[in-house]
């Protein structure tokens, strides 16, 4: 009984593996009856990179080929799409191009501004302005700043070297004042915001933190933009207002020829404005704050009829920048002058009269045009008609 069973499970077993071994090629026969359905296409099909013609860039014209006729040797390689992106081909865009000139180029072409190697001119741009005027921007004012406060540390404040009279001479009008205020305030807002959003990352985020040195970037930035039209305008009034006096005379030569006295301590004669007042009013009012101006209008787009595209804008950004260095350095030492430099020059320009003493040693050939009567003492009242609140000096 038991080599019975035995015969009969041996005997199954046989008859399973027979009809497994019938049943693939039935199905392979129906599968070759049938034929296969196409796979889906959709998007880029993936690769095998070891299927990839290994002599893909010995194709004729390779270097050449476009998109589409690249992807047949080398699917899903988009190389001679990104070539004409980072060659500034423009793509398309719905947007209009009188407000968005650029907004089918990804990347710029390529340049070269002085200072940067050839790149894109995003990258040229970066260059310059973070090898450049940065770090010799900022080491220029560090420099001037330290020059003037090792010349007020030997020298002091120049002061007077004969007694006051008690007399006074109107030096300015209340509307030059008002005008050269004015013009002052916006400038000090203007230095101090850019100083801030060109240098503060470097001296001032590590001490207040990213949010509070973004809201105050922030609040400058607008300030800044605010103060701009505000020192255009100024900047023009006192340009005419102070233009006569500033005209060249034969005697700022021996001015700028002695450097005005301040190393021998003898005072150079001059009229109502000496010959480095006068470099200040040409090269600082008239032609840096006419750069800085433009420039300005430029980058906050106010100037009509102006494709404002990036290059163009970056341009304009490198020359204001370099511009406003320039006037600030030129502009400390006027500022430097007119407070703690020398008696008497911060009163003058806050009440409008000086001394006789002080006209006489600083601006003697004005004080001889007054005192023979050529100029007025006191101008203001002499237009209007008034009497003079103070006591003017007797010709």
């Known amino acids: 009984m038991k080599n019975f069973l035995c015969s009969m499970a041996l005997l199954a077993g046989l008859a399973w593996g ?50 589409g006729e690249r992807a047949k040797v080398q699917p899903g390689n988009n190389a001679p799409m990104w070539r004409q992106v980072g060659e500034g081909v423009t793509g398309y865009s719905s947007l209009p191009k009188s407000q968005a000139p650029e907004a089918g180029n990804l990347i710029q072409p390529f340049v070269q501004y002085p200072g940067s190697r050839v790149t894109n ?21 560090l420099i001037v700043a330290g020059a003037i406060a090792l010349f007020y540390w030997r020298k002091g404040m120049m002061k007077l070297h004969g007694a006051e009279t008690g007399r006074k001479i109107e030096r300015f009008t209340p509307f030059e004042r008002s005008a050269h205020w004015a013009n002052a305030i916006a400038f000090v807002a203007l230095a101090i915001s850019g100083l801030v959003m060109a240098f503060g990352k470097f001296f001032l985020l590590p001490i207040l933190g990213g949010t509070l040195f973004g809201w105050l970037a922030y609040v400058l930035k607008n300030v800044h933009n605010f103060a701009g039209p505000l020192f255009a305008v100024s900047l023009v009034i006192v340009f005419f207002t102070f233009l006569k006096d500033n005209l060249p005379r034969r005697e700022d030569i021996t001015w700028l020829a002695k450097g005005g006295g301040m190393l021998s301590g003898q005072e150079v004669p001059s009229h109502r404005f000496n010959a480095g007042e006068k470099v200040v009013f040409w090269g600082g009012v008239l032609g840096l704050g006419f750069i800085v101006v433009a420039s300005g209008l430029v980058l906050d787009m106010l100037i009509p009829g102006l494709l404002y595209e990036r290059g163009t804008m970056q341009i304009a950004h490198m020359v204001h920048a370099v511009a406003t260095v320039v006037m600030m350095v030129m502009f400390m030492g006027h500022i430097y002058m007119g407070t703690i430099g020398m008696q008497g020059a911060y009163k003058a320009m806050r009440t409008g009269y000086v001394d006789e003493t002080w006209a006489k040693e600083h601006h003697e050939l004005w004080y001889d045009d007054i005192r023979a009567g050529k100029i007025p003492p006191q101008r203001s009242a002499a237009a209007t008609g008034e009497a003079p609140a103070v006591k003017p000096v007797q010709a």
């Open 121 to 141: 001119a995003g990258e040229a741009w970066r260059q310059v302005r973070n090898q450049w005027i940065i770090p010799y921007g900022g080491a220029l004012l």
């Open 18 to 67: 027979t009809a497994g071994a019938q049943a693939p090629a039935s199905a392979q026969a129906a599968s070759a009856a049938t034929p296969a359905a196409a796979p889906a296409v959709g998007g880029i099909q993936g690769q095998n990179i070891f299927q990839v013609k290994p002599d893909a860039s010995e194709e004729p014209g390779y270097a050449q080929q476009n998109n």
